[in-house]
Nanobody, 123 residues
Framework: QLQLVESGGGLVQPGGSLRLSCAAS????????IGWFRQAPGKEREGVLC????????NYADSVKGRFTISRDNAKNTVYLQMNSLKPEDTAIYYC????????????????WGQGTQVTVSS
């Protein structure tokens, strides 16, 4: 069964950090771009960051520039989202998704999605 599983979410105070993981099972991530998306209550799902199969990253959210980074470890079949200097407005369910090779903003172009992990930034 082809599956993506996110982990690492939780409750953190403003200014804190979290690292989310996106682990694949049933297929290898080597030839896939992985995007991180988030959906806050009452809002549409939006792109955050994406990393291509060759390792290049693309930022889709100006609000996370300089705070979030994306990386991949193909040996572990996992992609990470490092989130620093977290703000209350970063509160959302974070999803990872996979599409072949290159990044693209459109949600509908991703073939596989995880179930999401909740990130709550609050004092």
């Amino acid at each position: 069964q082809l599956q993506l599983v996110e982990s690492g979410g939780g409750l953190v105070q403003p200014g804190g950090s979290l690292r989310l993981s996106c682990a694949a099972s049933g297929f290898t991530l080597d030839y896939y771009a992985i995007g991180w998306f988030r959906q806050a209550p009452g809002k549409e799902r939006e792109g955050v960051l994406c990393i291509s199969s060759s390792g290049g990253s693309t930022n889709y959210a100006d609000s996370v520039k300089g705070r979030f980074t994306i990386s991949r470890d193909n040996a572990k079949n996992t992609v990470y989202l490092q989130m620093n200097s977290l703000k209350p407005e970063d509160t959302a369910i974070y999803y990872c998704a996979a599409r072949h090779r290159s990044c693209f903003r459109g949600l509908g172009t991703y073939d596989y999605w995880g179930q999401g992990t909740q990130v709550t930034v609050s004092s």
